[in-house]
């Protein structure tokens, strides 16, 4: 609401000084690009983040749900161009178990917003026998692509159902799992710094997406489209750029364990979730010198030692692409046939309880299961996708492993609820379309996976 000059000498002071902060209000609101986000939780720190469109000081209050009097503020951070006007705000020495609401301040105006601003953390539940671990849900899903006319393919646009993102966030999730393809960077986009960050912000700032990154706290892993041109592998010239906008725009609690690249992990009460890196390692198919590799050595020999050391209920090994599919096609991990085999041996080899896979890129979802003799424990892939791009359906595929009545063709999400006592836990994994309606759901014991 603006007003002329004519009109504002008009007007008695009392409304002058009415105009004078809602014209602040707004010039502060139309600096912020994206988010508020959450990213990691933990027991004691949270991180948040934030982008402007133009340098400007970010600053974050926050108070115990319901409780203003605990209010707290950060430090400024200033916003610059070099880091695509994003900052990272560390929320630190929190207390355990607790539901938090903040405010964002740009140039130390409030930015006001129609949905909830939250975060929370996880809760100090270890080493006390009258607490079990708290029950929670987590939402998870592949492949969001964002139109942007002129550079998007001829024809009927490829991205749509914006919707499935208020769908997500009226589930009210703890958590987001992005598993990968989370922009589509475009051939305009993928060999300059410039496209890259472009495309990041693009689809950051998708105004259906803005309630959901500002209330659930959000992780990510990468795929190819994210990472670079289709079916990218280590020889893409630009992965160190995409792999500062990666940093630059998720907020995960750690990266570059091992080789490098994305590779992390993280804690939710009793479960661990592996964060795989499927692009900065990946061999070229049909290389003639070497043994193919996905994840390369270095990487497995990361994921085998701390898998091994993980006392979790359940240890989700997230990554791009399909790994239990058998089918030698696209993608899937059947394409690398020694190195899938060497995945699953080793989780046999060396008695890992508890491991389930969960993949995306395929632009439909299933579920898949490898148990090779009665001894072995089933060995579970929940592939889910696609949010936004286009759909596939593999009709001629003989997924031989797919659980009956899973495959579902359309736009989804999943959802995984994990509840029960201590040691008797129970995952429950679940489709939805994009309006939230459930498509199916499968129950998965801890003691099945022991």
Not at 185 to 208: A, M, N, P, Q
Not at 313 to 329: A, D, E, I, R
Request: proline share 5%.
């Amino acid at each position: 609401m603006l007003f002329s000059t004519l009109q504002i000498l008009k007007k008695p002071l009392p409304f002058l000084f009415f105009v004078f902060i809602l014209n602040q209000g707004i010039a502060q609101q139309s600096l912020l690009q994206s988010g508020p986000m959450t990213g990691y939780s933990t027991m004691r720190e949270v991180m948040l983040w934030v982008q402007t469109n133009k340098e400007a000081d970010v600053q974050i209050k926050f108070w115990e749900t319901g409780n203003k009097q605990t209010t707290k503020e950060t430090a400024t951070i200033t916003t610059q161009k070099q880091s695509a006007f994003t900052a990272h705000i560390p929320i630190e020495l929190l207390s355990p178990g607790k539901k938090y609401e903040y405010a964002l301040y740009i140039n130390n105006k409030e930015c006001k917003f129609d949905y909830p601003l939250r975060f929370q953390t996880q809760t100090l539940w270890q080493w006390r026998p009258e607490v079990n671990p708290p029950d929670f849900s987590f939402a998870l899903g592949s492949c969001t692509y964002i139109n942007e006319d002129p550079y998007d393919r001829p024809g009927a646009p490829y991205g749509a159902n914006y919707e499935i993102f208020t769908s997500i966030y009226e589930k009210q999730p703890d958590f987001m799992l992005w598993l990968g393809d989370n922009t589509y960077l475009r051939e305009v986009d993928w060999d300059s710094r410039s496209g890259i960050l472009h495309r990041y912000t693009h689809t950051r700032s998708l105004k259906e997406i803005q309630p959901l990154l500002a209330s659930t706290h959000n992780y990510a892993v990468w795929d190819d489209h994210d990472y670079g041109p289709n079916n990218a592998e280590r020889s893409y010239a630009f992965k160190n750029t995409t792999l500062e906008a990666f940093k630059l725009f998720w907020a995960n609690p750690n990266y570059e364990l091992g080789p490098g690249g994305t590779i992390g992990t993280f804690r939710w009460n009793d479960v661990q979730f592996f964060l795989l890196d499927n692009r900065y390692f990946r061999s070229s198919v049909g290389h003639p010198n070497e043994k193919r590799t996905v994840l390369g050595q270095e990487q497995l020999n990361w994921l085998f030692d701390a898998l091994n050391v993980s006392d979790a209920s359940f240890k989700f090994v997230v990554v791009g692409g399909q790994l239990v599919n058998p089918v030698v096609t696209d993608e899937t991990y059947a394409t690398f046939p020694e190195e899938r085999l060497y995945i699953i041996e080793q989780v046999r080899k060396m008695n890992i309880k508890g491991v389930v896979f969960l993949t995306g890129d395929r632009h439909f979802s299933e579920l898949s299961v490898l148990q090779e003799s009665e001894d072995a424990y089933p060995l579970y892939d929940f592939t889910v996708s696609p949010l936004t791009s286009g759909p596939y359906n593999p009709k001629n595929e003989n997924n031989y492993l797919r659980v009956d009545g899973t495959l579902y063709t359309e736009r989804n999400f999943g959802m995984i609820k994990v509840e029960g006592e201590e040691n008797k836990r129970k995952l429950t994994l679940q489709i939805f379309d994009v309006t939230g309606k459930q498509v199916w759901e499968k129950s998965i014991l801890q003691e099945d996976l022991n």
